[in-house]
């Protein structure tokens, strides 16, 4: 390169350090981003930089209007408009970098339904009530200024095997995805769906545990991590066996899985990974659900029970939030912290089940040695705005910028804006966690080769990525990996991050010339491994960041199969 376009280059990519996105303070900030008129019960990140967020269908108009010649929605099955017309959109396209929105087009209903990204990059979205509770709903991923792509229903052979309402989806390492639970179905299914493979295998522990919403993660050994009501078991999908049940979370008298919504992750895996970890946080006591019902609101948990889910007889360690929380929702950020948000401090979910809401910010580091139970949280005190509650049926996901968009609640039937303590919320927000303050400018990594823009990245297991970027202050020195979650119900499905292998050098090429050759600071190259098997990391798109210290880079994209 030559010197005047690099010093060009440099100057862009100082300014760029300079020019951070949040206002100065010690702990992020929380702002407002927009009313998209449609509650965001479930959202997904897609690789095009869009988030897709979805309501249920049957609750009456949304407060999203489609624009005229749009082709409205005629669903004689739905509950609520049965033979009339709906104009109005139950599902929303975002785009981040524009902050604007388009309303997408849904037929039957998604009410408490599941999903996951095909290796494809295509939503694949599944079940929900009554007329949609076989359904699976495909939406194609488009950028840029293409508005092409909108839902697709899908009919038999690719329908559901099994009623599914309350399910959850994890990606599985050959491509596929398991569908595990809903209401009364203790069972799982996997996609994609022939005409002769659609069956429903029994799997009896959803049923003496919870079948709604289990937590389930993919284990580094291939298999299935499944947690339910307080229990967990190992299970071997590929020859339907529980290979491990793991000791109870607490004594019996919490439960931590819906209604009684706490949050589960599968903690950062290392580099070339021997152990993994999950964390779960929050819930509530078993006598919750009939409290509610009688118009009492105890608090919840603030206990979290943290296990080392490969090793052979482990147990729980028990930690504690600064705080009660229920429905929270616990996101991976770039750096390998979890990041908790919404939810409320008592009561449970379900429709008008809990009192007051959780306002405050927490984030968890898992690497922190243990000193106590509650030595690795930091609750923060971010500027900005006040979050709105975002309680039952609220939501919540990680950008590529490094931002945690939340969205939804109504803890109503129907969209209710007045005389409430909690209205139906159809609005986005954004926490920009502390690495976002502008103090933090000279230690952010800005990747600049392969460009952010430019669209995903291809990589292979066990292939090398060399990314190039510039760091005013300290040296970067790690390298992460984030699937983008489909979330919903206080549960990111298919949430998992991977530390890389990385190698980062001064970037040679950027030499300046003369005798004292030396590399222009700040400019570096680093050569990653990428995961070695698609047990690590399923196939499909993934964010890519590097860390300094506690400070990330914005992502790119990477497409690894
Ligand atoms: C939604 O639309 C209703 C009816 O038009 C209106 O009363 C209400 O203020 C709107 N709410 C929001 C949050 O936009
Ligand atoms: C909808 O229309 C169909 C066909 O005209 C009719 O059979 C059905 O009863 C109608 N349903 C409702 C709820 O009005
Ligand atoms: C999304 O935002 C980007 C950046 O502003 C813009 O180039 C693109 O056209 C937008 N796409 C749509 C569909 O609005
Ligand atoms: C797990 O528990 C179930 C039910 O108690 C039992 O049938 C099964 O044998 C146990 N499996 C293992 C591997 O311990
Ligand atoms: C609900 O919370 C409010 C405070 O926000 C409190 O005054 C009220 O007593 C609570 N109601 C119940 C039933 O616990």
Redesign the pocket.
């Known amino acids: 390169m030559k010197l005047r376009s690099f010093h060009h280059l440099a100057l862009l990519l100082l300014l760029a350090a300079y020019g951070g996105i949040a206002p100065a303070s010690a702990g992020g900030s929380w702002a407002f981003l927009k009313n998209v008129g449609v509650s965001g019960m479930h959202m997904q990140l897609l690789h095009t930089d869009r988030l897709i967020l979805f309501d249920r269908t049957n609750v009456g108009p949304s407060n999203l209007t489609f624009p005229s010649g749009h082709p409205c929605r005629l669903n004689p099955q739905d509950d609520w408009f049965h033979n009339t017309t709906d104009c109005t959109a139950h599902s929303v396209e975002y785009?981040v970098?524009?902050n604007?929105f388009?309303g997408l087009s849904l037929v039957t209903d998604t009410w408490c339904s599941s999903g996951h990204v095909a290796p494809d990059g295509t939503l694949v979205q599944n079940g929900g009530w009554k007329d949609g509770t076989r359904k699976i709903r495909l939406l194609r991923a488009c950028g840029?200024?293409?508005?092409s792509c909108d839902w697709a229903e899908q009919s038999a052979p690719v329908v559901l095997a099994a009623d599914r309402w309350y399910a959850t989806n994890q990606k599985l390492p050959d491509g596929r995805a398991i569908i595990v639970g809903g209401i009364g179905q203790p069972s799982y299914e996997f996609y994609p769906k022939t005409a002769t493979n659609n069956i429903a295998f029994a799997l009896p522990f959803l049923g003496q545990t919870d079948t709604l919403y289990p937590f389930v993660h993919l284990n580094i050994d291939g298999n299935l991590f499944i947690f339910a009501g307080n229990r967990a078991i190992l299970f071997d999908y590929t020859r339907d066996v529980i290979v491990r049940n793991y000791t109870m979370l607490g004594d019996g008298s919490d439960l931590r899985t819906n209604p009684n919504a706490g949050s589960s992750v599968l903690l950062p895996l290392k580099p070339n990974p021997t152990e993994a970890e999950v964390l779960i946080c929050g819930g509530t006591k078993a006598t919750a659900n009939d409290a509610a019902a009688h118009g009492h609101y105890p608090p919840a948990l603030t206990t979290c029970g943290r296990l080392k889910i490969t090793d052979e007889n482990p147990t729980w360690v028990v930690e504690e939030m600064p705080s009660p929380r229920v429905m929270g929702d616990m996101l991976l950020l770039p750096n390998g912290e979890v990041a908790i948000v919404n939810g409320a401090i008592d009561g449970l979910g379900g429709w008008e089940s809990a009192n007051n809401s959780n306002p405050t910010t927490v984030i968890y580091r898992p690497d922190l040695p243990f000193q106590g139970p509650t030595s690795r949280f930091e609750q923060q005190s971010p500027a900005g705005i006040t979050p709105r509650p975002r309680m039952y049926h609220s939501s919540a996901a990680l950008l590529r910028d490094g931002r945690v968009v939340v969205g939804g609640s109504n803890p109503h039937e129907f969209y209710v804006f007045e005389n409430t303590k909690f209205p139906t919320d159809v609005t986005l927000e954004a926490f920009s966690p502390y690495y976002l303050d502008v103090a933090n400018n000279g230690l952010r990594p800005n990747i600049f080769n392969p460009s952010p823009k430019a669209g995903p990245v291809k990589v292979t297991y066990r292939g090398k990525l060399k990314l190039q970027f510039f760091a005013r202050d300290g040296v970067p020195g790690s390298v992460t990996m984030v699937a983008p979650a489909y979330t919903t119900h206080a549960f990111s499905q298919n949430q998992r991050q991977l530390f890389l292998t990385v190698d980062v050098k001064p970037l040679q090429a950027f030499k300046v010339n003369g005798p004292d050759a030396m590399p222009f600071p700040g400019f570096y190259e680093a050569t990653v491994d990428m995961p070695a098997t698609p047990i690590l990391a399923p196939p499909g798109y993934y964010m890519l960041f590097v860390v300094n210290g506690r400070i990330p880079s914005q992502g790119i994209w990477v497409h690894i199969q």
Not at 144 to 147: F, L, Q, Y
């Open positions: 785009n970098s524009s604007t388009r840029g200024a293409d508005t």
